[in-house]
């Protein structure tokens, strides 16, 4: 039995079609985050099981919550904003009826619906999405990775199509989440900032390897514009988990 799962927040303009391409699963389950638009009725209606259950920027906890409701003995991680196309989803199946316990990564393509960018820090990605519910579990506050006893093949037809921003808004806001989310992980690991080389020169490196390594530059204005907002994304990080240290944050 293979059951999808989802976690989601205010996420009613990608909920249906997300769903909608699960449906090749024994079920779809939904961890829902407080959300005050439609998701949850909206879910229900597309035949999702949903639960209700509060993040607090750990998506680690969240994701082990919803692996732990799934019914199925394996488990196909999906967001709301992503779409399994009709190849991965048969590709999928497959792995599955063939038997063999293995933790699957799967091709990450990442869309605009106006816009294109295949290069720099929006380049496809492997990211691990079908495994065994046992012996599985996710660790880290964001940026979360999957921590599994079987070992990792990929799955070479079909991709995860990722609708990654749908506009500035929601960037910016996942800008701000994630540097801050980051600089906790990393503050409670024990890691400290270096003010010269992590606010200083780590910024620089990383547009560096972006637009130039990455080939960022291939992409036109929307790939420099990426590839500059990684540059302060990188630095945002380290300049709150610097002050994180130095006196809690505060300035």
């Known amino acids: 039995m293979l059951s999808a799962l989802i976690c989601?927040?205010?996420?009613?303009?990608?909920?249906?079609?997300c769903i909608q391409t699960l449906a090749f699963a024994d079920e779809v389950v939904v961890i829902d985050d407080h959300s005050t638009d439609e998701t949850v009725s909206k879910a229900r209606s597309c035949g999702a099981k949903v639960f209700v259950r509060s993040m607090n920027g750990d998506w680690s906890?969240?994701?082990n919550f919803g692996i732990n409701r799934c019914n199925g003995d394996w488990v196909l991680v999906v967001d709301a904003d992503e779409r399994v196309t009709q190849e991965l989803a048969d590709s999928v199946l497959e792995k599955i009826n063939k038997g063999e316990k293995k933790a699957y990564e799967v091709r990450r393509n990442n869309c605009f619906r106006f816009n294109k960018a295949t290069h720099g820090i929006l380049r496809p990605d492997w990211v691990v999405r079908l495994f065994p519910k046992d012996n599985s579990e996710y660790i880290g506050l964001v940026h979360e990775?999957?921590?599994?006893?079987?070992?990792?093949e990929k799955i070479n037809d079909g991709v995860l199509s990722h609708f990654t921003y749908d506009n500035w808004d929601s960037y910016f806001g996942k800008f701000d989440r994630y540097t801050r989310l980051m600089a906790k992980q990393n503050y409670?690991?024990?890691k400290r900032a270096h003010f010269?080389?992590?606010?200083?020169?780590?910024?620089?490196w990383a547009f560096f390897k972006v637009y130039f390594l990455n080939m960022g530059f291939l992409d036109g204005r929307l790939g420099f514009i990426f590839s500059v907002n990684h540059y302060f994304y990188t630095m945002?990080?380290?300049?709150?988990?610097?002050y994180l240290d130095k006196n809690d944050g505060k300035l």
Do not use: C, M
Request: charged share 30%.
């Open 61 to 63: 906890s969240q994701r």
């Open 145 to 152: 990775k999957l921590e599994t006893s079987y070992s990792k």
């Open 236 to 242: 945002t990080k380290y300049v709150r988990l610097y």
């Open 8 to 17: 989601a927040k205010n996420e009613i303009n990608n909920i249906e079609a």
């Open 196 to 204: 010269f080389l992590d606010i200083v020169l780590r910024p620089a």
């Open 188 to 190: 409670s690991e024990g």
